[in-house]
């Protein structure tokens, strides 16, 4: 069965970088666009990036492009996170997700399968 599975979460102060990884197996990695969304206590996920099988199509969300940057190594199939300069506001459980046949490359029911999360701690 297809498994996503997150890590490199932790705790970091303010102005610091975290690189989070999503390691897939059960599906044919290169064609699945990857996303990563995020969710903080009492707020709804929302979109972070994603990236496409190829690694040519990527989308930023709101408040982290020129921060974070998404990346993918489809022989070893992970995707990545850089996180920089975070922010206390960047708190939250991160997600990854795959989605084939995108339209809507930023909308949650767009993606089939989704890892467990891991829990990002920013303090300021």
């Known amino acids: 069965q297809v498994q996503l599975v997150e890590s490199g979460g932790g705790l970091v102060q303010a102005g610091g970088s975290l690189r989070l990884a999503c390691a897939a197996s059960?599906?044919?990695?290169?064609?699945?666009?990857m996303g990563w969304f995020r969710q903080a206590p009492g707020k709804e996920r929302e979109f972070v990036a994603t990236?496409?099988?190829?690694?040519?199509?990527?989308y930023y969300g709101h408040g982290v492009k020129g921060r974070f940057t998404i990346s993918r190594d489809n022989a070893k199939n992970t995707v990545y996170l850089q996180m920089n300069s975070l922010r206390p506001e960047d708190t939250a459980v991160y997600y990854c997700a795959a989605g084939s046949r995108m339209i809507r490359w930023q909308a949650i029911d767009e993606y089939n399968y989704w890892g467990q999360g891991t829990q990002v701690t920013v303090s300021s």
């Open positions: 990236i496409s099988g190829a690694g040519n199509i990527i």
């Open positions: 059960g599906l044919t990695f290169s064609v699945y666009a």
